[in-house]
């Protein structure tokens, strides 16, 4: 399988699968669980989407819960840095262990091709942003060179 997405695009689709599985547990929870992980999640992954130049492509209500206006020189609104959402060696932690999962999930099932996908995807996103090295000897079997 080849790698045809843009990183934009990795990033985007992940932030939203996470969006998705955080809202299901707020309508299955309630307001009950206000320091849930899947927030922290989340967090992060807004701020890998921002990093890889998502931007206003995100869905419409977390554009506008997370926008900054300036008021100097003018009024805009802009979208805030990724460093402005989470710490870098938070975010790219997250995004190293994602992507070390895929290849391990990748690894137990070799004849799936939905994850020698996320996988490939996940580490050209990760290679991308910076995030940590990758253990090599996990990534063979996708024929990932160092």
Same mark, same amino acid.
């Given at each position: *399988?080849?790698?045809?997405?843009?990183?934009?695009?990795?990033?985007?689709?992940?932030?939203?699968?996470?969006?998705?599985?955080?809202?299901? /547990?707020?309508?299955? *929870?309630?307001?009950?669980?206000?320091? %849930? @992980?899947?927030?922290?999640?989340?967090?992060? #992954?807004?701020?890998?989407?921002?990093?890889?130049?998502?931007? $206003?492509?995100?869905?419409?209500?977390?554009?506008?819960?997370?926008? +900054?206006? &300036?008021?100097?020189?003018?009024? $805009?609104?802009?979208? @805030? =840095? =990724?460093?402005?959402?989470? @710490?870098?060696?938070? #975010?790219?932690? !997250?995004? &190293?262990?994602?992507?070390?999962?895929?290849?391990?999930?990748? !690894?137990?099932?070799?004849? %799936?091709?939905?994850? !020698?996908?996320?996988?490939?995807?996940?580490?050209?996103?990760?290679?991308?942003?910076?995030?940590? @090295?990758? %253990?090599?000897?996990?990534? /063979?079997?996708?024929? +990932? &060179?160092?």
């Amino acid at each position: *399988m080849s790698h045809s997405k843009s990183i934009r695009a990795i990033a985007l689709e992940h932030f939203n699968g996470r969006l998705a599985h955080a809202r299901k /547990q707020a309508r299955e *929870m309630g307001d009950s669980w206000p320091g %849930d @992980p899947a927030n922290e999640n989340l967090r992060l #992954w807004l701020a890998i989407a921002l990093r890889a130049g998502v931007g $206003r492509d995100l869905p419409a209500d977390i554009c506008a819960a997370i926008e +900054v206006e &300036a008021i100097f020189p003018y009024r $805009r609104k802009f979208l @805030p =840095s =990724s460093d402005q959402i989470a @710490p870098e060696h938070a #975010w790219k932690g !997250e995004l &190293a262990r994602a992507r070390d999962a895929a290849i391990l999930a990748f !690894e137990t099932r070799p004849k %799936d091709l939905r994850l !020698e996908q996320r996988a490939r995807d996940l580490i050209a996103l990760a290679d991308t942003l910076g995030a940590p @090295p990758i %253990d090599w000897s996990k990534a /063979q079997k996708l024929g +990932v &060179a160092a």
